[in-house]
């Protein structure tokens, strides 16, 4: 009679164990939700953990934009985000000469959909000497050179990306305005490289860092769940 007891007592406990749910899938259920940043001043970034382990992230500083979305679990009172390695560098190509505006030498850097893109860093080789030209504007971006530019280099200090120098032949024609196209490659992607978001009560808690905006590197932020 008692081992049958027995019997009966270890067929419930492991009927019990194989339907309750593992302890870490009722974690990861409790922490899924929207969780925003506070208390930084003037930055706006804002996690999404979705139940079924995929999340979503942005961030916003000024004209400093990034984005990413990977994949998260819960491991030791932590969520460990994680996303693809995002290294697919911009490139610079030059596309065409048109008529610029003023009648001066333009640099003009254009998105794939053919609008001119504000703050990229340009340089120029001309007159005898190598010299930074400024940033691009939202349109013709006038380039002080009496003669023609030999070369042409852009980058984009915002995102730590290096100037990519171009070789650009001399205008057969009045067209002054160098019209280069941009490949976003992935720029703009956050890496998470199992990047741990300490789990406190309703709020996700990390340090910020890998990134090109010096005053934000090594902080701490804070995101608290969006009722």
């Not at 939202?138 to 003669?147: E, L, P, Q, W, Y």
Request: glycine fraction near 10%.
């Amino acid at each position: 009679m008692n081992s049958l007891r027995v019997s009966a007592l270890h067929l419930l406990v492991t009927a019990a164990c194989m339907l309750a749910p593992p302890a870490h899938a009722e974690e990861a259920t409790a922490v899924a939700g929207s969780y925003c940043l506070q208390g930084v001043h003037e930055v706006g970034s804002c996690i999404r953990l979705s139940p079924d382990g995929k999340f979503e992230y942005f961030l916003a500083y000024g004209a400093y934009d990034e984005t990413a979305e990977g994949t998260w679990r819960v491991a030791d009172g932590a969520v460990i985000a994680t996303t693809p390695a995002y290294d697919k560098r911009p490139t610079f190509s030059f596309k065409r000469m048109q008529a610029s505006e003023a009648g001066a030498y333009d640099v003009i850097v254009e998105a794939q959909n053919g609008q001119p893109i504000a703050g990229v860093d340009v340089g120029v080789t001309c007159d005898g000497v190598t010299k930074s030209a400024g940033v691009t504007q939202a349109g013709g971006f006038a380039v002080d050179c009496k003669s023609a530019p030999s070369a042409i280099s852009l980058g984009l200090g915002m995102f730590s990306i290096a100037p990519q120098s171009i070789d650009v032949a001399a205008p057969a024609d009045n067209n002054k305005a160098y019209v280069f196209g941009l490949t976003a490659g992935d720029l703009g992607k956050k890496r998470f490289a199992d990047v741990p978001l300490r789990v406190d009560g309703d709020a996700l808690e990390m340090t910020y860092t890998d990134t090109p905006i010096t005053e934000l590197q090594g902080l701490s932020f804070r995101y608290v769940r969006e009722r």
